[in-house]
């Protein structure tokens, strides 16, 4: 019996040191509702300079949120000061209204693509930006107060080859 317990032991500490995530942060959002104005930043250090990552966008959001996709501006900037700027949509509902991601209840937790296979070129800080872009359909103005998200997160892991 004891050497069944050390067995399982063994294997669980195993299994919980091979994580592929690296970072994973989140920011909570004032009452659900995300700014225009407000844009969220991470800071990534002490990133692998040789091997492979994927970076995500993870997005929680509520019954409250009234539109089937999301529009985001993301942008990564090097310790060099290197800007890399991105217009993102992502697909929040099906047409049925179902909700995409995973979670019970009300909130659902949608992990989105942003960078795939990306390599740090060098150490140092790289900062990660990101602010909702939303707007009306036939409107040029965006919309000032997004409801119906709650946390803004992004996710770094090993790229499986």
Known sequence: MHRLICCFFAVTL???CNS?????EYQSLENGVWNKDNVLQFSL????TV???DIYINVR???TFPYSNL?????ITTPEGQVTKDTLEYEMSLPDGTW???GSGSIKENKLWYKENIVFSSSGVYTIEVSQAMRKNGKVSGIIDLEGITDVGI???KSIP
């Open 71 to 75: 529009f985001l501006i993301a942008s």
């Open 20 to 24: 592929n995530i690296i970072k994973s």
């Open 61 to 63: 959001n509520d019954n």
């Open 14 to 16: 195993f299994v919980s």
């Open 155 to 157: 996710e770094v892991t």
């Open 51 to 53: 091997n492979q990552l």
């Open 45 to 48: 250090t002490e990133m692998d």
């Open 100 to 102: 995409l991601g995973k």
